[in-house]
């Protein structure tokens, strides 16, 4: 199956400060990547869809100025919350359709990137 | 929006027993989802299995799309089996996003 790498797979930074985590897509091309979000011992929550090329769908609820996402290659998503806090400490995960797949089909998943704000 | 309810929450297993996972949604669905989250994250696909059934080693899930419901059977569970395992639903209707069910966090003892 399509594989999806994430970046870094930790990271533990101080409050206000800005961290990017990357997705990338290996040896398959992704107009579309997913964004999610999981608080300890929670579901998965989709923050928002990136598309490449365009700008990023947002969830509701989801702030769009301290989630910044940009999808500028058909093979990296890049995820920077901005100004982090410690309500921010979460399991973020991307995910993709597989090559030549369509919106209904199976998305795999990256490995996810843990974040920890201090 | 589509709502997916998992159940039972948390299950624990001794190893060799068999068990049943099942997941309700409230809408019709294009695509549902078996997944397993493993401790250190990573979600594995299981199943891609919109309607009817399919079996994979001690494996095996079912899809009631009229009744809507999907069940995972895991049969002679394993020490390996454990973490938490989640269905996830695509609309009929709408944007084409995943909405995840609740989870079942399953434990097994050796």
């Known amino acids: 199956g399509a594989v999806v790498s994430q970046h870094p797979s930790w990271v533990i930074c101080k409050s206000g400060t800005s961290v990017k985590i990357e997705c990338r897509s290996l040896?398959?091309?992704?107009?579309?990547m997913f964004w999610y979000r999981q608080f300890p011992k929670q579901s998965l929550m989709l923050m928002a869809t990136s598309n490449e090329g365009s700008k990023a769908t947002y969830e509701q609820g989801v702030e769009k100025d301290k989630f910044l996402i940009n999808h500028a290659s058909l093979t990296l998503s890049t995820l920077t919350v901005t100004s982090a806090h410690p309500e921010d400490s979460s399991f973020y995960i991307c995910?993709?359709?597989?090559?030549?797949?369509?919106?209904?089909?199976?998305?795999?998943f990256g490995p996810g990137t843990r974040l920890t704000v201090l | 929006g589509i709502q997916v309810e998992q159940s039972p929450p948390d299950l624990i297993l001794q190893e060799g027993a068999n068990s049943t996972l099942r997941c309700n949604f409230s809408?019709?669905?294009?695509?549902l989802q078996w997944f397993h989250q493993n401790p250190w994250g990573q979600l594995i696909n299981l199943f891609y299995?919109?309607?009817g059934t399919k079996q994979n080693g001690r494996l095996s899930a079912t899809t009631v799309a009229t009744e809507r419901y999907s069940l995972l059977y895991i049969s002679s569970s394993q020490t390996t089996d454990s973490g938490v395992y989640f269905c996830?639903?695509?609309?009929?209707?709408?944007?084409?996003?995943?909405?995840f069910g609740t989870g079942t966090r399953l434990k097994v003892l050796a």
């Open positions: 040896d398959f091309q992704a107009t579309t």
């Open positions: 996830a639903a695509v609309t009929t209707s709408g944007t084409y996003k995943y909405i």
């Open positions: 995910s993709a359709h597989g090559p030549g797949q369509g919106p209904t089909d199976t998305q795999y």
């Open positions: 809408d019709s669905v294009n695509n």
């Open positions: 299995i919109p309607s």
